[in-house]
Nanobody, 120 residues
C-alpha cells in the first residue's frame, strides 16, 4: 500500500509561484505514474498533471505553460511547480500514485492535501 503526504501550499497573490511537494511511502508493482489533482469548493476533483516512470508528462489545459510536474524516484517524491498563479487555481491539491495506460488512473487513497489560495 502506498501513502501520500502533500506539503507546500499557502497563500499567494495572483502572478506568484508555489512549489508543492509530495512524499510517497510504501510501494506497489502496478504503479507506473504519479499525478496531482485539485478540488475547489463546490467542484469535482480534477486531474492537474501526471508524470510517468519514463518522464512523460501531461497537463490540464487550464495549467499548461504555467505548472510543471517533476519526480525524484530516489526520494519517492513528486513535485508541482506552479507559476503565474490565478485566483481560479485556489483549491486543495492532492497527489497520487497510479497507473497510466492511455490515461491516468489514481490507485492510492487520498491524503489530506495541501491548500493553495491565490488572492486577486
Amino acid at each position: 500500500q502506498v501513502h501520500m503526504v502533500e506539503s507546500g501550499g499557502g497563500l499567494v497573490q495572483a502572478g506568484g509561484s508555489l512549489r508543492l511537494s509530495c512524499a510517497a511511502s510504501g510501494s506497489a508493482s502496478v504503479i507506473n505514474a504519479m499525478g496531482w489533482y485539485r478540488q475547489a469548493p463546490g467542484k469535482q476533483r480534477e486531474l492537474v498533471a501526471h508524470i510517468t516512470v519514463g518522464g512523460s508528462t501531461d497537463y490540464a489545459y487550464s495549467v499548461k505553460g504555467r505548472f510543471t510536474i517533476a519526480r525524484d524516484d530516489a526520494k519517492n517524491a513528486v513535485y508541482l511547480q506552479m507559476n503565474s498563479l490565478r485566483p481560479e487555481d485556489t483549491a486543495v491539491y492532492y497527489c497520487s500514485a497510479g497507473w497510466f495506460h492511455g490515461s491516468y488512473h489514481p490507485l492510492t487513497n487520498w491524503g489530506q492535501g495541501t491548500q493553495v489560495t491565490v488572492s486577486p
